[in-house]
């Protein structure tokens, strides 16, 4: 069964793409239970998330660059695959691995922005959620979509359950750590009337939890076989 762009490759690619998310999903939960048990204050907890940011950024490029560069059928009809020069970036939207793994990339650079902007100090209410929690929205939107093209490819395009298949399992775990981070951005954001969050818990909880699954997808993956 052919797998998503979150779960497929030869056994050095996916080594490569498991790593970054591993660490980057245990910073993550690292910094989230940081928020919830009080331990840190706002600058160190926005450097871990950044830390973690960094670690998404880099297995989402990597994860691009290995549907990029996968080996494809040859056009001779004989059905062999064949392996092109080194490529750093195409573009194929047509492509449905392509399309889920550039989204995912996409959707890492959007949550750079929310990052980096959680250092700012001193921010009015309206400021914070312009820029810290609008870009976390947008990060968890385009990481859901890509996790509904992970299903559109491993599913060929029909609803399925494949409790058999690692494949299947990488895909919908990676997907319910999306749900949960937009949970977690949903619980973010900042009421205007009185400056608080619709509920800090449920954020880092959201948050702690969703980065956990995002981890154990990048360890399932080193069990899947090419």
Not at 73 to 90: E, K, P, Q
Not at 160 to 172: E, F, T, Y
């Amino acid at each position: 069964m052919r797998t998503s762009p979150l779960s497929a490759g030869c056994a050095d690619s996916t080594s490569s793409r498991r790593s970054p998310f591993v660490i980057g999903g245990g910073l993550f939960a690292a910094g989230a239970g940081f928020a919830l048990y009080g331990s840190g204050d706002a600058t160190e907890l926005a450097s871990i998330y950044f830390a973690g940011g960094l670690f998404f950024n880099t297995g989402g490029y990597v994860s691009l660059l290995q549907v990029i560069n996968a080996p494809r059928h040859d056009t001779t009809g004989a059905g062999r695959l064949a392996t092109r020069r080194w490529r750093w970036w195409s573009y194929e939207p047509m492509r449905v691995d392509w399309l889920g793994a550039f989204v995912l990339f996409l959707g890492t650079l959007v949550f750079a922005v929310n990052l980096l902007d959680s250092f700012l100090q001193g921010l009015s209410v309206q400021q914070v959620n312009r820029l810290i929690w609008v870009p976390d929205v947008i990060g968890c939107v385009l990481f859901l979509v890509s996790g509904h093209l992970g299903f559109v490819e491993l599913c060929h395009g029909r609803p399925c359950v494949h409790p058999h298949s690692l494949g299947w399992w990488i895909v919908a775990v990676n997907q319910l750590g999306s749900v949960l981070f937009m949970v977690s951005a949903l619980a973010a954001y900042t009421r205007p009337a009185t400056g608080s969050l619709v509920n800090a818990d449920i954020a880092n909880w959201g948050t702690l939890t969703g980065a956990l699954c995002f981890s154990l997808a990048g360890v399932l993956q080193l069990y899947e076989h090419p």
